[in-house]
C-alpha cells in the first residue's frame, strides 16, 4: 500500500478554494487516488477518485500530475459547511486494507 | 435503498460486558469492512470480509471477533468490553477493493465505563 502525507490542517474563509496536496511517492501503476469528507459524528464519504490527469464532478477537483507521486483536491469556493476532515487513500484493486491517516482538516470561517 | 446500517447508534458499557455491534447493507456489496476512530484520529481497520464466510485481521483486531454468514451482514462482536475500545465504531461496504469507493454507515458511539 502507498504511504500518503497530507497536511494536518488548513484555514480558510468562505467564498476561497482550498486546495489539498497529498504525497503518495510510491503509487503503484495500478492503484487509485480516492478522497473523502467526514463530517463531525457521521461517517467518511466519498468525494472524487481519479487515475491520473484531472477528474472533476460537481463537489471537487481532482488533479495528479504525470508522476503520479501527489494529487491535489481542489474544492471551489468553500462554504461554512465545507467545514470537515478530508481523507487522501491510496490502493488498487488487490488492496484490501485501506489505511485512513489522520487526514487534513479543513475550517473554513465567515 | 438505505446503504449501510448500523444499529445502536449510541451505547455504555460497563468493563467486562460483551455486546455485537450489528452492520447490514442492502447494495449486496462483497467487501465490508469495521473500522473504530478514536478522537481527533483516523480510522483504524479492525476487520474485513471478502465475502460472505471470509474474513481476516485489520489494524487493530484484539478484544473483538466478526463473523460473515450472508453477504448483507457484517457483526462486530465485544467479548470483554475494555475502557480503551471507548470510540466510535464505523461499518463500511465496496463492492471492489481498492479502485472502488467504500460506503459507510453513520457509526456506533460506545462508551464503556
Known amino acids: 500500500l502507498a504511504k500518503t502525507t497530507q497536511p494536518i490542517s488548513m484555514d480558510s474563509y468562505e467564498g476561497q478554494e482550498v486546495n489539498i496536496t497529498c504525497s503518495h511517492n510510491?503509487?503503484?501503476?495500478?492503484?487509485?487516488i480516492t478522497w473523502y469528507q467526514q463530517f463531525p459524528s457521521q461517517g467518511p464519504r466519498f468525494i472524487i477518485q481519479g487515475y491520473k490527469t484531472k477528474v472533476t464532478n460537481e463537489v471537487a477537483s481532482l488533479f495528479i500530475p504525470a508522476d503520479r507521486k501527489s494529487s491535489t483536491l481542489s474544492l471551489p469556493r468553500v462554504s461554512l459547511s465545507d467545514t470537515a476532515v478530508y481523507y487522501c487513500l491510496v490502493g488498487g484493486t488487490n488492496d484490501y486494507k485501506l489505511s485512513f491517516g489522520a487526514g487534513t482538516t479543513v475550517t473554513v470561517r465567515a | 435503498n438505505a446503504g449501510v446500517t448500523q444499529t445502536p447508534k449510541f451505547r455504555i458499557l460497563k468493563i467486562g460486558q460483551s455486546m455485537t455491534l450489528q452492520c447490514t447493507q442492502d447494495m449486496n456489496h462483497n467487501y465490508m469492512y469495521w473500522y473504530r476512530q478514536d478522537p481527533g484520529m483516523g480510522l483504524k481497520l479492525i476487520y474485513y470480509s471478502v465475502g460472505a464466510g471470509i474474513t481476516d485481521k485489520g489494524e487493530v483486531p484484539n478484544g473483538y471477533n466478526v463473523s460473515r454468514s450472508t453477504t448483507e451482514d457484517f457483526p462486530l462482536r465485544l467479548e470483554l468490553a475494555a475502557p480503551s475500545q471507548t470510540s466510535v465504531y464505523f461499518c463500511?461496504?465496496?463492492?471492489?477493493?481498492?479502485?472502488?469507493?467504500?460506503?459507510f454507515g453513520d457509526g456506533t458511539r460506545l462508551s464503556i465505563l
Open positions: 510510491n503509487i503503484a501503476t495500478n492503484d487509485y
Open positions: 463500511a461496504s465496496t463492492i471492489q477493493t481498492g479502485g472502488q469507493p467504500q460506503h
